[in-house]
């Protein structure tokens, strides 16, 4: 199983990213049995959860993006978005894609980082 970020980059304040993340090596079936989300980690800091969808499609976020951010997960092209509006300085960060089976198996995904930066 991979996992290849795409879409980061430098965008000014007040303006929107989408990330994308194309899972290979799974069915568009058994990507539903991974919990997907996104995590971030900026200079100096722990990696934190994002926003994340649950094996039952139910979706949670960090206080800080809630309002702002939106996952979403098309399983037919076994891809996890992250539409990115209202980009604050305090969101830059590199973003990493999660695919988490934990609840069944011993594997936890991750993709290699994809860099967001939000400045004027």
């Known amino acids: 199983v991979q996992l290849v970020e795409s879409g980061g980059g430098l965008v000014q304040p007040g303006g929107s990213l989408r990330l994308s993340c194309v899972v290979s090596g799974v069915s568009g079936i058994t990507i539903t049995l991974y919990a997907t989300g996104w995590y971030r980690q900026a200079p100096g800091k722990q990696r934190e959860l994002v926003a994340a969808?649950?094996?039952?499609?139910?979706?949670n976020y960090a206080d800080s993006v809630k309002g702002r951010f939106t996952i979403s997960r098309d399983n037919a092209k076994r891809t996890v978005y992250l539409q990115m509006d209202s980009l604050k300085p305090e969101d830059t960060a590199v973003y990493y894609c999660?695919?988490?089976?934990?609840?069944?198996?011993?594997?936890?995904?991750w993709g290699q980082g994809t860099q967001v930066t939000v400045s004027s």
């Open positions: 999660n695919a988490d089976g934990r609840s069944w198996s011993s594997n936890n995904y």
């Open positions: 969808i649950a094996r039952d499609g139910n979706t």
